[in-house]
């Protein structure tokens, strides 16, 4: 019988204690992961429990790499990830700025600043479908009205403008996660630092470049890094928003996974997709992970 | 360098008023230390000074210029934090030019600066290194040399050693001295710790609720306490407190401690009630000597430090000052106001419980006036 709480063996104890949990994990993260891997790896139409496996082969990869499609969502993703990202950033930073102040009514203006971030994302979306409407939209009618423009934008059917209202819906909806994550950063950042610099002579441009902004870096990494896997992973805005159209505008990597697989019916192809972003995101996380842990103190 | 005054300062957050009648003059080159318990006002009146803090009335002056409205950069002071203060992301050399960077003086010159300072502090070595790898020590040391780097006319210092371990905390403090000494830059220091106010000062404020209570030299403050609060709040231990009745015997004041006669060294017309309150510092007290007029004691506790004791013993019956004594925030506020503690420098051992003889001796006792605590 093995003594649990001596010291010799106590870490066994522990690895004992972990192992159902560890199980668990493998069970509903790794395994998908070795599935999707595997599927991709293999000429299916339909993925079916209980089929016969398919020989193993790479030309769902090298599709991949040959499609223009393919090429044409790394583009979308990378354009969309750069846009949303670096707005929501500015407009979360700006936010959190606001209302780290004192001033009246300040819980009041952190709940609005959280708000589209608590709205459901089809809901959301779904209103702005409505706003962004060539027709009957409140926001053609206002352009219009403010004779910014001189015909209805076709939201719809424009590439462009559909690309940039996918944007502006994930920009309302991704910059509060930024604004809060700034704020809590910015209320970690000690008075005195900022005290010192006004005695140090700094003035209120300074100080935010000397002091604001380096100690935000290592939230800034983190919630930049939240973004971006949000807009590479995120369905629902697009998909309720353009359905990845009009001809691939919108039509981001994790669009193009669910048309391989469920409109195509091509999930080799699909999960192929699926595997790359997979680690495309690794790779980016980890970058900019690397990189703002460093920058930390 | 420069003298620093303050005319009539008042500070008030709404109705609580943190600061009032804040009136001082502080001569260049004066190492002056602002002391008393914690929410005495201390702070704020430095943050008043560095310009962190708005004044509610008053003028504030340095080197004869009204700086009540201008801000903490431009006033020409230096300030060190509690907490330092560091830069967290910048090299100790970019946190010790940073003031010089921001007022916008060429790199090279900076440099010559910075390299000048961490000599002068013993940082050299360390110049490439952030604040996260330095001890608190040599921290504590960086957050002074971005004060002296910038040549100001005066220092500002918030509790700049409350962060140290006792060791160094002695250490750092008469570096600080001399630094300031070599320096001759007018010094305004903020402590709670009176054994700090009493080894470094030149000049003590001693400040309660907002309100100065005495400013003179260390030993002005020890040997004559214009009030109770300050005679209980200097010194360590604290001195001991006991009522007593007034007498005029000969044409003298006397009290009595315990049994015995105590002749006092204040005229009797200012003694007006029938009792006073009466203190006397653990040092002043001498134990042993027949020949002096005494009482004897029963020891309830021996400290002994080797040659050093304290001795401690019941304050005679009927004799111990209870309730509001107006002392509270010292360094003893928990001491039992039965007890009283004598401090002898002397060989011979003492055990608890032992009976020995006390004597007051005459020009050593303090009276206060039991109504208005102050020194009489």
Known sequence: MIDFSSPRHRSKFGYLLLAPAVLLMALIIIYPILLSVDISLQDVRIARVGADREPWTTENYSWLFNSGEFWNAVWVTAKMVLTVGGISLIIGLATALLVNQRFRGRSLARLFVALPWAVPEVVATVIWAWMLDSSFGVINWLLLRAHLISEPIQFASNATAAFFAVCLVMIWKGYPLMSIMLLAGLQSIPEEQYQAARVDGANVWKRFIYVTLPNLAPVIGVTAVMTTLWVFRDFAIIYVLTQGGPIGGTTTLSILTFEQSFSFFKMGQGAAVGVVTMIICAVISRALVGRFASSAH | ?376
């Not at chain 2, 009493?198 to 214009?226: D, H, N, S, Y």
Request: aromatic fraction near 6%.
């Open chain 2, 1 to 376: 360098m420069a003298n620093i005054r303050f005319n009539n300062v008042q500070k008030s957050y709404g109705p609580f008023e943190a600061i009032r009648n804040f009136d001082l003059s502080v001569e260049d080159g004066d190492f002056c230390v602002f002391v008393g318990p914690s929410g005495c006002g201390k702070s704020t009146a430095l943050k008043m000074l560095a310009g962190l803090e708005a004044t509610s009335g008053g003028t504030i002056e340095i080197g004869g210029r009204d700086v009540t409205d201008l801000g903490p950069g431009k006033r020409d002071i230096a300030m060190v934090f509690q907490n330092y203060a560091l830069y967290p992301h910048m090299t100790v050399r970019a946190n010790i030019g940073f003031g010089l960077k921001m007022r916008n003086m060429d790199k090279a010159q900076i440099n010559a600066k910075v390299e000048e300072a961490a000599a002068m502090l013993e940082l050299t070595d360390y110049l490439d290194r952030r604040p996260r790898a330095l001890s608190g020590g040599q921290r504590q040391r960086v957050a002074l040399g971005r004060a002296i780097v910038r040549e100001p006319s005066a220092f500002l210092m918030d509790e700049p050693l409350s962060n140290l371990d006792a060791k160094l905390r002695v250490q750092t403090r008469s570096e600080i001295v001399k630094l300031q000494k070599r320096l001759g830059v007018t010094t305004i220091y903020v402590t709670h710790d009176q054994v700090e106010a009493l080894t470094m000062a030149t000049k003590i404020v001693v400040m309660r609720g907002g309100v100065i209570q005495q400013i003179g030299t260390p030993e002005a403050l020890f040997e004559t306490p214009a009030n109770l609060f300050v005679a209980g709040f200097i010194g360590s231990p604290g001195m001991n407190f006991f009522r007593g009745p007034v007498e005029v015997e000969n044409g003298r004041a006397v009290t009595r401690f315990g049994d015995q006669k105590v002749t006092l060294n204040v005229a009797p017309e200012k003694l007006s009630g029938t009792h006073a309150i009466f203190g006397i510092r653990p040092e002043h007290m001498v134990v042993g000597d027949t020949t002096m007029p005494g009482a004897p004691v029963a020891l309830s506790l021996v400290e002994s430090l080797g040659t050093e004791k304290i001795l401690h013993f019941p304050t005679p019956k009927g004799q111990a000052l209870e309730g509001d004594t107006g002392i509270e925030g010292s360094d003893d506020a928990e001491r039992d106001a039965q007890t009283m503690l004598a401090r002898v420098i002397d060989d011979r051992r003492y055990r608890d419980g032992e009976t020995v003889h006390v004597a007051l001796p005459e020009g050593k006792v303090h009276v206060f006036d039991p109504d208005s605590h102050a020194a009489l």
